[in-house]
C-alpha cells in the first residue's frame, strides 16, 4: 500500500494563491500517473490536473491557465500550484496514483475555500 498526505489548502481571498503538496509514503519514481481532484459539495468528484512520469501534464478546462502541477520523485512529492483563484475553486482536494496492479490510491484531502 501507498500512503499519500496532502497539505497546503486553507482560505484564501479571490485571486490569491495556495501550493498544495502531496507526499508519498514510497518512492514515486515508477508511478506514472499521479493527479490532484477537486469535490465540492453535492459535486462528484473530478478532475483538475495529472502528470505522468515523463512530465506530460493534463489539465481540467476550468483551471488551464491558473494551475500548475508539478512532481519532484526526490522528495516522493506532487505538487499543485493555484494561482488566481476563483469561489468556485472551493473544495476538498485529493491526491491520486495509479499504480499498476496495486490500482488507485487517494489522499485523505486537504480543503481550499476561496472567499469572495
Known amino acids: 500500500q501507498v500512503q499519500l498526505v496532502e497539505s497546503g489548502g486553507g482560505l484564501v481571498q479571490a485571486g490569491g494563491s495556495l501550493r498544495l503538496s502531496c507526499v508519498a509514503s514510497?518512492?514515486?519514481?515508477?508511478?506514472?500517473?499521479m493527479g490532484w481532484y477537486r469535490q465540492a459539495p453535492g459535486n462528484q468528484r473530478e478532475l483538475v490536473a495529472t502528470?505522468?512520469?515523463?512530465?506530460?501534464?493534463n489539465y481540467a478546462d476550468s483551471v488551464k491557465g491558473r494551475f500548475t502541477i508539478s512532481r519532484d520523485n526526490a522528495k516522493k512529492t506532487v505538487y499543485l500550484q493555484m494561482n488566481s483563484l476563483k469561489p468556485e475553486d472551493t473544495a476538498v482536494y485529493y491526491c491520486?496514483?495509479?499504480?499498476?496492479?496495486?490500482?488507485?490510491?487517494w489522499g485523505q484531502g486537504t480543503q481550499v475555500t476561496v472567499s469572495s
Open positions: 491520486r496514483a495509479a499504480i499498476p496492479i496495486l490500482g488507485d490510491h
Open positions: 514510497t518512492s514515486i519514481f515508477n508511478i506514472n500517473l
Open positions: 502528470i505522468t512520469s515523463g512530465g506530460r501534464t
